[in-house]
């Protein structure tokens, strides 16, 4: 797969997972319409991602990626970006301090609206129903004309994307992130919790340490790095047509960027080697992450490297794992191992959701914080036996106080999960989940 490429080459390649759009002319026409509308990121942005993603490769940072499973075009709101970014603001805060690391903080936001599906169809009643695909498709109702794809979803989901990012930029630079609103990130329904105790703790520190610079004679109000963040977007490039209607020249450099998020990842059931997935990405020059998952083998995790990554460039590609917490000891060190002696530089991270999910008496699909705990213990063990860097984590996460997860400290049990359990595709950590994962990231790292 080394011929030339255009934005458009996937086109020759088997492409799964791709919806049984009813009209493909009202598909190009939406299409169309998006590739007249401004890219959603700049190049320059993507490179500085690269670069920063460069320095987990090399050990020196850290990466924290997380952000709902699904967007939703029906919870879209100001309070829920809000409450999202408070929450990863404050992951990204403890994992700082704790790891003495820079944070690098990518959201699974702002274009995250496709999912792919183990199954074209579902069983609702009698009834056999096209599965739900993401918002950006159909609607997840349960009725058979719900489930129809919809083209003009594509072009509701590029606005939301870009509404939401530019919540994400007033927040990131505007003062939202300033580090002296450390205490104030905290909710209501976090700061009474064992967790968001720990949390106010922290904070409390971090105010001592501010004081104690200015006290030292350093200007903290001219710093502009206690004031601001770096937030970067990313989504799962599922749906080829619609990233490749963003897909632009850069006028800087003329290289192509798919200028719908920062970073694009590939998912676990479509990272086949000579699939459309990884022609498109090979051709763009954003950074890009690829799941693993526990039957991916030494060989093919090297070849993804090779079509990815040839000039091997620093941060260019993130290895995401996501092999369950029983396996991913045993299953993550060969391919680290095959990766090292290679000399690909790439950033690992540990997506400890996926691998753990099962289905509670109820019926609901859950996971339970201790597996996903397990699973970066393992991941981090791995790293350690192996001699490379655990770079992050990637994880699906909501501000609100769901119940969708099991477990944490304020434990949820089977019996909660009906209270609130509100995702549109899979179960996400609450927020006081997050902030204890957190803690308990910072834990296994030191150990
Ligand atoms: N700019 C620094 C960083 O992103 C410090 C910082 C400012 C920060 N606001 C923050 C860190 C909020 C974590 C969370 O690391
Ligand atoms: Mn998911």
């Excluded at 060989?299 to 995401?320: F, K, M, Q, S, Y």
């Amino acid at each position: 797969m080394t011929g030339p490429w255009t934005p458009s080459t996937w086109r020759e390649r088997r492409a799964e997972q791709q919806p049984p759009w009813p009209d493909d002319v009202a598909v190009e026409r939406a299409l169309k319409q998006i590739a007249s509308f401004p890219p959603l990121v700049f190049a320059g942005e993507a490179r500085n991602l690269t670069a920063s993603l460069g320095q987990v490769a090399a050990g020196r940072a850290f990466l924290l990626q997380a952000g709902d499973c699904a967007e939703s075009f029906e919870t879209f709101s100001a309070v829920n970006i809000r409450e999202k970014l408070r929450v990863i603001l404050q992951m990204a805060v403890i994992l700082t301090y704790s790891l003495g690391v820079p944070v690098v903080k990518v959201g699974r936001i702002a274009g995250q609206f496709a999912k792919p599906r183990s199954s074209p169809t579902e069983r609702v009643g009698d009834e056999e129903i096209a599965s739900f695909r993401g918002h950006i498709v159909n609607d997840p109702a349960p009725t058979a004309a719900a489930r129809v794809p919809d083209p003009d979803r594509l072009v509701q989901a590029y606005h939301q994307a870009a509404s939401t990012l530019n919540l994400l930029r007033a927040f990131s630079k505007g003062g939202f992130a300033d580090l002296s609103r450390v205490h104030a990130w905290t909710q209501e329904f976090v700061a009474t919790s064992r967790e968001g105790q720990r949390y106010e703790q922290l904070a409390t520190e971090i105010e001592r340490a501010l004081r104690f610079m200015r006290a030292c004679g350093i200007e903290i109000e001219s710093t502009f790095q206690l004031h601001e963040v770096d937030m970067y977007t990313s989504h799962e490039a599922l749906i080829l047509g619609w990233e490749e209607a963003l897909t632009r020249q850069d006028s800087l450099t003329d290289d192509w960027y798919d200028c719908s998020a920062h970073l694009l990842w590939i998912g676990e059931r479509t990272r086949q080697r000579d699939g459309a997935h990884v022609e498109f990405l090979r051709g763009v020059g954003n950074p890009l992450g690829c799941k693993l998952g526990p039957t991916a083998s030494a060989d093919e995790v090297l070849d993804l490297c090779e079509a990815l990554n040839p000039d091997r460039v620093p941060g260019r590609l993130t290895l995401i794992s996501r092999m369950g917490a029983d396996h991913v000891e045993d299953r993550l060190r060969p391919l680290l191992r095959a990766v090292a002696r290679a000399e690909h530089p790439v950033a690992w991270a540990c997506d400890p959701m996926h691998g753990n999910t099962f289905t509670a008496a109820n019926g609901r699909k859950t996971r339970h914080f201790d597996d996903i705990c397990a699973e970066i213990g393992g991941f981090v063990r791995a790293h350690r036996a192996e001699g490379s860097w655990p770079g992050g984590v990637h994880v699906e996460l909501t501000g609100e106080e769901v119940t969708e997860c099991l477990g944490g400290a304020e434990e949820v049990l089977d019996v909660n999960l009906d209270e609130r359990y509100e995702t549109v595709c899979d179960p996400r950590l609450n927020a006081r989940q997050s902030i204890d994962l957190a803690f308990r990231v910072a834990e296994l790292m030191r150990a």
